[in-house]
């Protein structure tokens, strides 16, 4: 799951910033309508939803959730079929900006995206193929604080919140009695003890450092995210890749050339002592019967450990000719679906009512909740999808030693804003 939230792809942030919305379609836009041929998994609503007298909304949802969780939301948006007279049809269809906007305008295309990875929100806004939440539709408050913010976009709210994900500690409990509470402490049991081992490449595992330290990715504002203001050149970025440095050139916690396969597998066959991954590592280590226990993040630099949180959002587009109907589907799942949906594919509800109101959670889920009360989303912008390499790049060249972290910091931003330059210039 991992994978899909940090895979902001370069190619459909450029494209977001070119390409403009299509004209008004006759019952919603999406990717290819119900694209019978395209082998997508799809549960037709019951015909008796439209027992009451009127004939109702025929809704048509796409969702990149797995065909199991559509068929899940499909049992449910049945239930709210045949309370409204409406019909619904969910589909799971692992889609991209390029088929929805080019099914914009096609009969019986989707309604909206019900499921759907935040970091790809931004783009189909630029593209002006989302609605705005009406302002009374649900109360922020009821949700996750960085649930909310990825659901908002310059500004304005877009998203409608589904469920959340973030990294956190594992440690393995042959080597160690307990989680620390503080970096400090952890790198102190982790130099006897096998190391601590992650992505240290990634911008994605790096955030907490450079939150750590005070920096940031882009700065946030009232309105957004200004994406001119980029954080990640500046002196307190310096201290966190002089941190992150320290953990391999210093400590010899990982090799100059770690990737997320290597820290796992270290993990894995009870190498190192501690690692930072999430809920998609838990059933490997399981497997493997790896000895590991699990925790939310130690502080660090007297703060606590901010980790991204991912949020699958849902939509509704703005060619719908439902667009009343599709919100009102969206408030009845997730009122009603958001506990069976962790129940079926572990997805950890974005709504607090819900999540209380998890049974047996798992020690991974718990770790994982509290971590997201100190977590925060990516930025929502299209911008982010130029950040992976550039800080991937100078990283591996700062492990190695051939550049200092000052000048990695000094690299990143400059090729960052390079990268954004030609994007605005449609280049």
């Known amino acids: 799951m991992k994978r899909r939230m940090v895979s902001v792809m370069m190619a459909a942030a450029m494209l977001a910033g070119v ?17 019978a041929d395209s082998g997508s998994q799809s549960a037709t609503a019951d015909n008796s939803a439209s027992q009451g007298g009127s004939q109702g909304q025929e809704i048509v949802v796409w969702t990149q959730m797995m065909d199991n969780e559509a068929a899940l939301l499909q049992e449910y948006a049945n239930k709210w079929a045949a309370e409204t007279g409406n019909t619904v049809s969910v589909i799971s269809q692992q ?59 310059s500004g304005r709210k877009f998203g ?66 200004d994406t001119s203001d980029i954080g990640l050149g500046n002196e307190n970025a310096v ?43 838990v059933a490997g280590f399981t497997e493997a019967g790896t000895a590991f226990g699990v925790s939310d993040m130690p502080t660090l630099n007297g703060k606590d450990f901010v980790t991204p949180v991912g949020t699958y959002v849902g939509f509704v587009s703005a060619k719908s000719d439902a667009k009343e109907e599709t919100f009102a589907l969206y408030q009845y799942l997730v009122d009603n679906a958001l506990v069976p949906l962790y129940e079926e594919g572990s997805r950890i509800p974005a709504t607090r009512k819900a999540q209380e109101s998890i049974d047996n959670a798992s020690e991974a889920t718990k770790a994982q909740i509290a971590q997201c009360e100190k977590g925060e989303p990516l930025p929502t912008v299209s911008e982010m999808g130029l950040i992976w390499q550039p800080f991937s790049d100078n990283m591996k ?23 954004i330059e030609m994007m605005q210039s449609g280049q």
């Open 239 to 281: 201290k966190a890749y002089a941190f992150v440095n320290q953990l391999t050139n210093e400590y010899g916690f990982f090799s100059s050339d770690i990737t997320y396969d290597m820290a796992k597998s270290s993990f894995q066959n009870g190498e190192s002592a501690f690692y930072i991954g999430g809920a998609w590592d």
């Open 95 to 153: 889609t991209d900006i390029q088929q929805f906007s080019q099914a914009a305008n096609s009969k019986g295309g989707p309604d909206g995206m019900f499921g759907i990875p935040n970091d790809q929100l931004a783009n189909y806004v630029s593209a002006n193929l989302v609605e705005e939440i009406p302002a009374d539709l649900y109360n922020d408050a009821d949700f996750v604080d960085a649930a909310v913010q990825a659901s908002y976009v």
């Open 19 to 35: 390409m403009t919305g299509c004209g008004n379609g006759n019952a919603g836009s999406g990717t290819q309508a119900a694209n």
């Open 397 to 419: 060249l700062m492990f190695t030693g051939t550049i200092s972290p000052q000048e990695a910091a000094g690299y990143i931003e400059q090729q960052v804003k390079e990268s």
């Open 160 to 225: 409608y919140p589904i469920s959340v994900e973030t990294p956190f500690l594992f440690y393995n409990t042959e080597r160690v009695s307990e989680a620390p509470e503080t970096w400090e402490e952890m790198i102190e049991l982790a130099k006897d003890n096998g190391g601590i081992v992650y992505e240290a490449t990634s911008v994605y595992y790096n955030l907490g450092m450079l939150r750590a330290f005070d920096s940031y990715i882009f700065k946030e504002t009232d309105d957004g995210y």
